[in-house]
């Protein structure tokens, strides 16, 4: 198939569209993440075609850095790494009674994942470990101001690499052959795969979960209580 990325976007808001379906009292975590995370969509340029080389609809990352696909992915990887930890664990979020402004903790929580990023990358290291390295090492600043979500990020990393892996997995048996033969390039560090997938994308997958259960609690205020009933 010619657009396999496309299959995998789709794939990705799946979880995500369920999750909204089923927990009504997570809508807005998920949405304030979709809408945080957005800026990285636009960082695809930094993966392709150096990390990996799929096909984009009209050829969008060679003209403009990114594609449909990254929107789509990101909004979907968003939206269940921030809520897999309390549909799984039956938590819900409620406010914690912060007076600071959300929106100007999500520009500096995305400034400094990219920054950190970029830093990386300009020392020399491969942009799929810089960028881990990023989301983790801001997230663990994070945590160090709310220790109430050390345990909810763990939790959020394991559930969330998981899910991704399953992603995957259906993603491998939709299009043969797509991981490591016609999208991703070899490995710089984690040579190899797990059942086709590519231990570099799981990595990848952790830090998402890691980050994407800790960064908008803390943004937007809100902290994991057990859901009643």
């Known amino acids: 198939m010619t657009h396999d990325y496309l299959v995998l976007a789709l794939l990705f ?6 999750f909204w379906f089923m927990r ?9 993440a979709a809408v945080m995370a957005l800026p990285f969509a636009t960082t695809e340029w930094l993966f392709y075609p150096e990390y990996w ?5 009209f ?33 819900t979020v409620v406010p914690l ?22 830093l990386l990358l300009g020392a020399g290291v491969p942009i799929l470990y810089a960028a881990v390295a990023a989301m983790v090492s801001t997230t663990v600043l994070v945590l160090v101001m709310r220790s109430d979500l050390v345990m909810p990020s763990l939790l959020g990393a394991g559930v969330t690499a998981l899910i991704y892996f399953g992603l995957c997995l259906v993603f491998e048996a939709l299009m043969p052959g797509a991981a490591v ?5 070899p490995s710089v560090f984690l040579e190899g795969g797990l059942l086709g997938v590519p231990l570099d994308e799981l990595l990848y997958g952790t830090g998402a979960g890691f980050a994407g259960t800790a960064f908008p609690a803390w943004a937007f205020g809100l902290r994991f209580v057990p859901r009643s009933g």
Do not use: N
């Open 181 to 185: 033969e016609r999208i991703w390039k």
């Open 13 to 18: 808001l799946v979880p995500g569209t369920l």
């Open 24 to 32: 009504a009292d997570l809508r807005g975590l998920m949405r304030g």
């Open 59 to 91: 050829d969008l990352a060679d003209r403009i850095g990114f594609g449909i696909e990254d929107v789509l992915l990101i909004v979907g990887l968003a939206a269940f790494a921030s809520s897999a930890y309390a549909v799984v664990f039956r938590r």
């Open 53 to 57: 080389a799929p096909k984009f609809l």
């Open 97 to 118: 009674g912060s007076g600071s402004r959300p929106w100007k903790r999500v520009g500096g929580g995305v400034g400094a994942v990219l920054a950190v990023a970029v």
